[in-house]
């Protein structure tokens, strides 16, 4: 005789309802909760969590919302639109340096793919559309065009732990980026300095000879207070970086007198006495009047980072020094190795060769 299976959800003799045992799908957390007051309706949500649990889903913060009774209800998949997904963005990203930057790639985003959208039916090729007929209009490049992906893509992970969806996020693709290489020579950078005090514009120029001795970021330096500054000391610490908390640099005695000089006329609490934003601007008009091709401020940071690989630090000391998360991002993107440094290499490998005699002929 065949026994029968027993039911996922059962009575309990001291409380009211229907309970079950749920675990979480990492297998962290498991809980008994109440599901329902009724049978059928306790097996309706103990479907819906183990559901849940097989697409990778089922939270311990999910546990919660079943024993709250909050997701009891099976949710409307046709409710959920782009523009829930950009709404539970908002309130979830609101504090990240980079929000600003969402919003306004959000408000373009929207005139080429509805914010009435349902999760439930978008697509990857709606999105690739989207995309190719916004790169037309607007004349975008490649790499402006990932950002908008990499934002639609990260909207939809966070809309996967609340509604369903058609596509996986994963399935959004960012095609890698042409990395440029510019990096600036010293005769450039000193060019630069002295066109911009020639022009009176002391803040750039001051900001141009840090950049380049420091390698940060130049957001970095807009937010550096004289109270991260420790001159006698000999060194500064930039905080709250795009790679998270902050980081430490003893400085050389040129960077020290550098800033040293620019304290005595310093006029606030921060370093710059005018906004980055400024400054970077006084920046981009010398790069323009020297006529240097294809320059960019960060080509600054980068040019830093591509002095001292080329010089022989090691990738992991100029990776403490740029603050990179990613080591393979500052091999790929800030170094471009020079034409004598690959013939030196070569001549490296030349010295183990045993040449033939020379056999030319008149």
Same mark, same amino acid.
């Given at each position: 005789?065949?026994?029968?299976?027993?039911?996922?959800?059962?009575?309990?003799?001291?409380?009211?309802?229907?309970?079950?045992?749920? $675990?979480?799908?990492?297998?962290?957390?498991?809980?008994?909760?109440?599901?329902?007051?009724?049978?059928?309706?306790?097996?309706?949500?103990?479907?819906?969590?183990?559901?849940?649990?097989? %697409?990778?889903?089922?939270?311990?913060?999910?546990?919660?919302?079943?024993?709250?009774?909050?997701?009891?209800?099976?949710?409307?998949?046709?409710?959920?639109?782009?523009?829930?997904?950009?709404?539970?963005?908002?309130?979830?990203?609101?504090?990240?340096?980079?929000?600003?930057?969402?919003?306004?790639?959000?408000?373009?985003?929207?005139?080429?793919?509805?914010?009435? $959208?349902?999760?439930?039916?978008?697509?990857?090729?709606?999105?690739?559309?989207?995309?190719?007929?916004?790169? &037309?209009?607007?004349?975008?490049?490649?790499?402006?065009?990932?950002?908008?992906?990499?934002?639609?893509?990260?909207?939809?992970?966070?809309?996967?732990?609340?509604?369903?969806?058609?596509?996986?996020?994963?399935?959004?693709?960012?095609? &890698?980026?042409?990395?440029? !290489?510019?990096?600036?020579?010293? !005769?450039? $950078?000193?060019?630069?300095?002295?066109?911009?005090?020639?022009?009176?514009?002391?803040?750039?120029?001051?900001?141009? &000879?840090?950049?380049?001795?420091?390698?940060?970021?130049?957001?970095?330096?807009?937010?550096?207070?004289?109270?991260?500054?420790?001159? %006698?000391?000999?060194?500064?610490?930039?905080?709250?970086?795009?790679?998270?908390?902050?980081?430490?640099?003893?400085?050389?005695?040129?960077?020290?007198?550098?800033?040293?000089?620019?304290?005595?006329?310093?006029?606030?609490?921060?370093?710059?006495?005018?906004?980055?934003?400024?400054?970077?601007?006084?920046?981009?008009?010398?790069?323009?009047?020297?006529?240097?091709?294809?320059?960019?401020?960060?080509?600054?940071?980068?040019?830093?980072?591509?002095?001292?690989?080329?010089?022989?630090?090691?990738? &992991?000391?100029? !990776?403490?020094? $740029?603050?990179?998360?990613?080591?393979?991002?500052?091999?790929?993107?800030?170094?471009?190795?020079?034409?004598?440094?690959?013939?030196?290499?070569?001549?490296?490998? !030349?010295?183990?060769?045993?040449?033939?005699?020379?056999?030319?002929?008149?």
């Amino acid at each position: 005789m065949l026994r029968r299976s027993p039911l996922p959800v059962t009575k309990r003799p001291d409380k009211p309802g229907w309970w079950a045992s749920l $675990t979480s799908s990492c297998g962290t957390r498991r809980i008994r909760v109440k599901l329902g007051r009724t049978r059928a309706e306790a097996l309706q949500a103990w479907t819906a969590a183990q559901d849940l649990k097989a %697409r990778g889903l089922l939270t311990p913060e999910r546990l919660d919302d079943f024993r709250s009774g909050r997701r009891y209800k099976a949710p409307n998949p046709e409710r959920a639109t782009l523009a829930t997904a950009w709404a539970e963005w908002q309130a979830a990203k609101s504090e990240k340096r980079s929000f600003r930057a969402d919003v306004s790639r959000w408000k373009v985003l929207v005139q080429y793919l509805p914010e009435s $959208t349902p999760l439930a039916s978008l697509s990857v090729r709606q999105i690739d559309e989207a995309i190719l007929e916004l790169r &037309r209009d607007r004349g975008i490049k490649p790499g402006g065009a990932n950002r908008y992906k990499a934002l639609i893509r990260a909207m939809l992970r966070l809309a996967a732990d609340h509604h369903e969806l058609r596509l996986d996020p994963s399935k959004i693709k960012t095609p &890698r980026e042409a990395s440029r !290489q510019r990096v600036l020579s010293h !005769q450039e $950078t000193e060019a630069l300095v002295s066109h911009l005090q020639d022009k009176g514009d002391l803040e750039a120029a001051f900001a141009v &000879r840090f950049l380049v001795g420091t390698a940060c970021r130049s957001g970095e330096l807009g937010r550096l207070l004289w109270t991260d500054v420790d001159l %006698r000391a000999g060194n500064l610490i930039f905080r709250e970086t795009k790679a998270g908390g902050s980081r430490m640099l003893d400085l050389p005695s040129g960077l020290v007198a550098l800033l040293r000089d620019k304290k005595r006329r310093a006029e606030g609490a921060r370093v710059l006495d005018r906004s980055i934003k400024r400054v970077s601007q006084q920046i981009r008009e010398g790069i323009q009047a020297l006529g240097f091709t294809d320059t960019r401020i960060h080509d600054l940071r980068r040019t830093a980072a591509s002095r001292m690989l080329e010089a022989g630090i090691d990738a &992991r000391t100029v !990776q403490s020094i $740029t603050g990179h998360a990613d080591l393979q991002m500052l091999l790929r993107v800030y170094h471009s190795p020079s034409a004598k440094r690959r013939r030196e290499a070569l001549d490296v490998l !030349q010295s183990g060769i045993a040449l033939p005699p020379d056999s030319r002929r008149e």
